[in-house]
Structure formats: structure tokens, C-alpha cells
């Protein structure tokens, strides 16, 4: 979510309130990790559950397979499933509508696709999360679909991206809104107008990974860091800069001014002090402490970055100088078969939910730690199943998705 800018006086105490109350309805734009950040700072959810124990769980329910996150416009959740299903969800867990978005529901203008991308057996075409501005909510498929939606599901509409696919394990990067902009990555980024889909431009250098978008904005200059390293002006597509680093997995995070690059390289560079039709930017620090693959994205919170490794690990960061503050060997399942249990795969990228840090793999376990210069863990907690897709949290309630389903966490009654 890019900054707004800010208001002549401060507002008075009761318009923040009012302003925080109106939620998404009030034009705020969510998507993958929320705002790109990871930090639901706000949030007040459980720090416990336990499906074995039935606590701590509200509501679970059945979505569909994917590895897309949930995202939230005011009282709605909206979710992707495969193939290339929009699902509707009540804060109660009640499906509201679903919308099928596969190619054969395609208008007749539009020509069937010539280069059919080939679904991955882990990955398939529902990985990309949803993007909402709390009137509309957006969609992307791996089958080069990509939709707008009404919150109460009419199409409002779509476009078909016939291109042949060049990732490996399929199309994963999420649409992210800003502004009367809608960023989509394909085989590249591409800038579609919010209201129609008509495309506006298309930056052929910031070539698709894995990873998302992360938004920022250099003197009142609105622009996006790629994981494949370029900074893009939202307002012509303009590269300012490229070749900053290549992340495979992982996105980039902007916390504060500053950006952090977390994968075969992980590193610091501070914003400049302005936006011309190039940019420089000057590393902070650069980290030989961290090591492992990353999938899971970064967050960064109070001072210290913190991010894991697949192999367990978790590394917490000065974020102003990079030293390390300290590397824990988590006790939960992962690809390093040291806790016990079958292997597991940290995908899901950190969450700052509250005033706690969640951890979670794709076999249902979660750690809840709190953050701060020594590692402290809270609670181990587990689901039936796990997924790759990362934790949202919002007001009391936390949504996890497991399996085929998607769960409600929180105390009973909770919304």
C-alpha cells in the first residue's frame, strides 16, 4: 500500500479513529501480505490453537487447493483456488459466491490462448493472492487470466495474457494495486488501468521471479522494487534503475526509507533523497550470516529484519547495520529433517501479527515468537494440514489456509 500524503493539520484523535474503523471501505488497497509488508501490526489474534485439541479454531472452511493467501475487504475475504476459482468468504467463514475464471469462461472477444501454460503439480495456477481497494477485488491466474471483480462478484473485467511461460514452477507473483494502477507480472510487469484493464505500459527489462512487487515512493514519486532488481516509476513504467540484485523466491521489503534484499544475496540499500529518470542507491550493509534458500519474504519490525531460512533457520538483523543479533534452529518440521516429523518447506513468508512473529511450514505447524533482540517462543500450534500460503491477520481474527481449507483462528464467536 503506497504512503498517502499527509494532511495539512494532524488530524483530530476521533478521525483517526473513525479513519481506522472505515477499514478497506475507506480506499485502503490489501493484497499479498496485507500492504507488502507483512505487518499487521494492529491486529489482536490468538497466539494458540490446536485442531488436535479443537481450540482456538472458529471456523474451517473447504476453498479448494491453492497456495494463495486470503485477503480482506471490509466484512468479505477473498481467496483463489484451482484451477482458477475467485472465492467469497463472510468473517464468519460462510462462502458467499464463487467465480470461475478459467478460460472457457471467457468472453467471445477474446480468442483462445496459443501458448497454454502448463500447470506445475505443486504450484498449478491459483499461487497469485487476490488485490482489493476495498471496492473491487483483482485476480491473477498462471493461465495468463486476470480479472476484476465487484465484492459481490460481478466481472467487471478480464484480460487473457497469451504468453508462453517461462518459469519453471509456474506464474506465483501477485497483482498489486496502486493507486488508478493495477501491477501484474506475467513474463514481466505490466501496468494495467484499475477501472478498464487497458493496459498503460510494460517494463520488458523487470522480468518475472517469483516474487512480488514491493511498492515505495522516493520524494512524493510513486515507484516499485522487482525481486528480478530493477525500481520502476508507476506513473510511465519507467526503469530508474535495474541489476540492484536477483532474488528467485523471495520479494523485497520496504520498511522506513530503506530496502532489504533477502535470498543469494542479502543486503541493505537506503532510499535516495529523490526520483529523477535515474536512481542510484547506496547498500547500507551486505550479510554473510545468513545462509540457506530462502522461499519465505522478510519482515522487518523495531529495528531488527527477520527472516528463515527452509532449512529452519531464523535469522534476526540489525536493519541498520546488518549484524547479526541472533540465528535460531526453530523446533518445527523443515527441509533440514532435524526437528522430527517428515520434512517440511517453509514457503510461507513471515507475519507480524500483533505484537507476535508467525512462523509457519506447509505441514500445518505454526511458531508464534516474540520479537526482540533474544528469541522467545510463545506457542507451537497445529492445523491438520499446511500450505504454503502466508497468515492474515485483522482485528481478533487470524486466517490460516490448511489443505483444502482455509481457518478462522480466534476465540469462538470471533470475527
Given at each position: 500500500m ?14 483517526l479513529?473513525?479513519?481506522w ?7 485502503q488497497?490489501?493484497g499479498?501480505r ?7 501490526s494492529?491486529?489482536?489474534p490468538p497466539?494458540?490453537w490446536?485442531?488436535d485439541?479443537g481450540t482456538?479454531?472458529?471456523?474451517k472452511?473447504?476453498?479448494?487447493k ?6 480482506i475487504?471490509g ?11 475467485l472465492v467469497?468468504?463472510?468473517?464468519s467463514?460462510k462462502v458467499l459466491w464463487?467465480?470461475d ?6 468472453p467471445?472477444?477474446?480468442?483462445p490462448?496459443?501458448?497454454r501454460?502448463a500447470?506445475?503439480r505443486d504450484?498449478g495456477?491459483?499461487?497469485?493472492t487476490p488485490?482489493?481497494?476495498g471496492?473491487?477485488?483483482y ?14 462478484g ?10 508462453e511461460q ?9 497483482p498489486?494495486?496502486?493507486?488508478d ?6 513474463n514481466h510487469?505490466i501496468a494495467?488501468?484499475?477501472q ?5 505500459w510494460e517494463?520488458?527489462?523487470a ?6 512487487p514491493?511498492?515505495?515512493r522516493?520524494d ?12 520502476v516509476?508507476?506513473s510511465d513504467?519507467?526503469v530508474?534503475?535495474?541489476?540492484l ?21 542479502t ?6 533523497e529523490s526520483?529523477?529518470?535515474q ?6 550493509w551486505e ?5 540457506g534458500e ?6 522487518c519490525?523495531?529495528?531488527?529484519l527477520?527472516?528463515v531460512s ?8 540489525d536493519?541498520?547495520s546488518?549484524?547479526?543479533?541472533y540465528r ?7 527441509a ?10 517453509l514457503?510461507a513468508?513471515l507475519?507480524?501479527a500483533?505484537?507476535?512473529l508467525?512462523?509457519?511450514?506447509d ?9 526482540g533482540r533474544q528469541?522467545r ?5 497445529v492445523?491438520?494440514?499446511?500450505s ?5 491477520a485483522?482485528g ?5 489456509r490448511g489443505?483444502?481449507?482455509l481457518y478462522g483462528?480466534g476465540?469462538?464467536g470471533?470475527?
Amino acid at each position: 500500500m503506497l504512503k498517502r500524503a499527509a494532511a495539512r493539520k494532524r488530524p483530530g484523535r476521533w478521525l483517526l479513529l473513525l479513519l481506522w474503523m472505515a477499514g478497506s471501505a475507506a480506499g485502503q488497497d490489501f493484497g499479498w501480505r496485507g500492504d507488502g509488508s507483512g505487518r499487521f501490526s494492529a491486529a489482536t489474534p490468538p497466539t494458540q490453537w490446536n485442531i488436535d485439541e479443537g481450540t482456538g479454531i472458529c471456523w474451517k472452511t473447504a476453498v479448494g487447493k491453492g497456495a494463495s493467501s486470503p485477503v480482506i475487504a471490509g466484512q468479505k475475504v477473498f481467496i483463489t483456488a484451482e484451477p482458477a476459482l475467485l472465492v467469497c468468504l463472510d468473517r464468519s467463514g460462510k462462502v458467499l459466491w464463487q467465480r470461475d475464471n478459467g478460460l472457457a469462461s471467457l468472453p467471445p472477444g477474446i480468442p483462445p490462448p496459443q501458448q497454454r501454460a502448463a500447470a506445475h503439480r505443486d504450484c498449478g495456477y491459483a499461487t497469485a493472492t487476490p488485490a482489493t481497494d476495498g471496492k473491487f477485488v483483482y485476480a491473477s491466474y498462471g493461465t495468463g487470466v486476470v480479472t476484476c471483480h465487484d465484492l459481490d462478484g460481478k466481472r467487471q473485467w478480464v484480460r487473457l495474457f497469451d504468453q508462453e511461460q517461462e518459469s519453471q514452477y509456474g506464474r506465483t507473483a501477485s497483482p498489486l494495486v496502486a493507486g488508478d494502477v493495477l501491477l501484474v507480472t506475467v513474463n514481466h510487469l505490466i501496468a494495467l488501468r484499475r477501472q478498464t484493464g487497458e493496459t498503460l505500459w510494460e517494463a520488458p527489462d523487470a522480468k518475472a521471479t517469483y516474487g512480488t512487487p514491493a511498492p515505495a515512493r522516493i520524494d512524493g514519486v510513486d515507484v516499485v522494487f522487482t525481486p528480478h532488481g530493477e525500481c520502476v516509476r508507476l506513473s510511465d513504467g519507467r526503469v530508474l534503475a535495474k541489476k540492484l540484485c536477483k532474488l528467485e523466491y523471495t520479494s523485497p521489503v520496504v520498511h522506513e526509507g530503506t530496502v532489504y534484499f533477502v535470498g543469494p544475496e542479502t543486503f541493505a540499500a537506503r532510499l535516495p533523497e529523490s526520483a529523477g529518470e535515474q536512481i542510484k542507491l547506496a547498500r547500507l550493509w551486505e550479510s554473510d550470516d545468513v545462509e540457506g534458500e530462502f522461499y519465505a519474504s522478510p519482515v522487518c519490525h523495531e529495528g531488527i529484519l527477520y527472516c528463515v531460512s527452509n532449512e529452519g533457520n531464523l535469522y534476526a538483523l540489525d536493519a541498520k547495520s546488518g549484524a547479526l543479533v541472533y540465528r535460531q534452529e526453530l523446533d518445527i518440521p523443515s527441509a533440514s529433517g532435524k526437528s522430527g516429523g517428515p520434512p517440511a518447506n517453509l514457503y510461507a513468508s513471515l507475519t507480524l501479527a500483533g505484537r507476535y512473529l508467525l512462523v509457519c511450514n506447509d505441514t500445518g505447524d505454526s511458531l508464534v515468537i516474540s520479537p526482540g533482540r533474544q528469541y522467545r517462543k510463545v506457542s507451537r500450534n497445529v492445523l491438520d494440514k499446511g500450505s504454503g500460503a502466508s497468515p492474515v491477520a485483522d482485528g481478533r481474527l487470524l486466517l490460516v489456509r490448511g489443505g483444502l481449507k482455509l481457518y478462522g483462528l480466534g476465540a469462538a464467536g470471533e470475527r
